[in-house]
């Protein structure tokens, strides 16, 4: 690809990790502060990184995240599925626009 949406209104924060929290998935709140993994349903970020109880969620902004299903670029209603990746979820998904779909290696560009 020709151009990079790196960077892109990145905005991360800082919660507290319920067990299970991992970089590059995505994840919901689970109580004041606390952010937990989710496989399936709306999430509010993905994070970027875990240590000492704590994790960096994007909330805001370009991120590429493995996908499963069919995803195409557009907006579309995501939601998270199993084995950390999101889907096309029309019922309990958020809108968010995929500006890339890398379809041989199951990965997606979105604008959080």
Do not use: H
Not at 20 to 47: D, E, H
Not at 48 to 74: E, F, K, M, N
Request: one cysteine or more; charged letters at 10%; proline letters at 2%.
């Amino acid at each position: 690809m020709n151009v990079s949406f790196n960077g892109f209104n990145e905005q991360i924060a800082t919660f507290e990790a319920v067990s299970g929290v991992a970089a590059g998935k995505p994840v919901a709140l689970s109580a004041n502060g606390k952010v937990q993994a989710v496989t399936s349903g709306a999430f509010c970020g993905i994070c970027t990184g875990v240590r000492d109880g704590y994790a960096a969620v994007q909330l805001q902004g370009y991120i590429r995240v493995p996908y499963s299903g069919t995803l195409t670029v557009g907006y579309k209603q995501l939601a998270a599925a199993t084995g950390g990746k999101v889907t096309v979820d029309t019922t309990n998904g958020r809108e968010y626009l995929v500006v890339e779909v890398d379809s041989t290696a199951g990965i997606a560009g979105i604008l959080l």
